[in-house]
């Protein structure tokens, strides 16, 4: 299949804009794939209620079937046909956080098909604040199944390139419509269960949850690489954003842990391995790596977040075999950096402070 590749500025959607949106709408209606821009990261967008579209994506990204995926929406109106009720929970969550980086799980109707959901009875919803995103919703018939728009077990797109490198080919269109603005997934909030439990963390953090719900819980094995417990969202136990070479994660002491991150370097250096390093603004110039990255400010979550992902898709293409990266707070945003990072390290740490 060729892929078609169409650029939109979201900022000005013109006349032009709106035909290729038109096109991507209708291929979607006759059961295509489009990737497209969200404001978190790419999507690989299908009709979310034709179980063939489904199925599909699910091709596509090589990703096991029992992985569910979210619906995306571009108005409240079209919420009651694809739930059986909407909690008020849902619409104060909605009123505050919608259309933005949540997605909030609640009881499917039968128009969703058990392809999209992975077999469960429950259906994960978000509405996108990406303009092009909520256009091609419209377009396309208000209902577009789209997980991120990588091959499974990559990390997520954050720019139009890296869909093109895991999906040409493979799906009709590609839209590119810039470098996105926040880089991690969103947040996932269970609505099907009492108090509400965040089985994902992502932009929108536990402290903005707790201002609309009475109580807010958190899935334990989000941090915790050593729980024998399956996460309730089953996208959650699956390797995920993994480089190619090997990632470790070190914590403690800051100048312990460039001395530890460089004692390493050096070691790697003289078995001939190309060596990686995350690094933050304040430390990058005090490693001595093949490739050092630097994600951002240590205060700036938001900024760190934008870039991990493309950092660690940059590893790959420079063939570092050997990376460590420093560990973030594991509250606030930094919570959904360290869950993505941990994944990426398949729990790798090493903390200086317990050695
Ligand atoms: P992605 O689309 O790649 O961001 O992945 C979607 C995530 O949402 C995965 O971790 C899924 O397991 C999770 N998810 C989707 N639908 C449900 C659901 N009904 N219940 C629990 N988790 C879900
Ligand atoms: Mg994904």
Redesign the pocket.
Known sequence: METKVVVIDEENIDEGAVKNLEEAGEIIKNGGLVAFPTETVYGLGGDALNPESSKKIYAAKGRPSD????VHVADMEHLQKIVTDIPDVAYALAKEYWPGPL?M?MNKSEAVPYET?GG?D???IRMPSNKIAAELIRKAGGYIA???ANVSGRPSPTEAKYCVEDLSGKVEMIIDGGKVGIGL?ST?I?LTVNPPMI??PGYITKADLAKILNEVDVDKTILDGNSKVAP?????KYKHYAPKGNLKIVEGDPDKVISYINEKLAEAKNRGVKTGVIATKETADRYEADVVKVAGKRDDEAEIARNLFSILREFDDEEVLEMYSEAFDSTGIGQAIMNRLLKAAGHQVIDLEEA
Do not use: C, F, Q
Request: hydrophobic share 45%.
């Open positions: 992985n569910p995926l979210i997605t799980i959901t469960l429950t259906v994960a789209a997980p991120s997934e996932i269970d089985l994902r309730k969202a089953p996208g959650m």
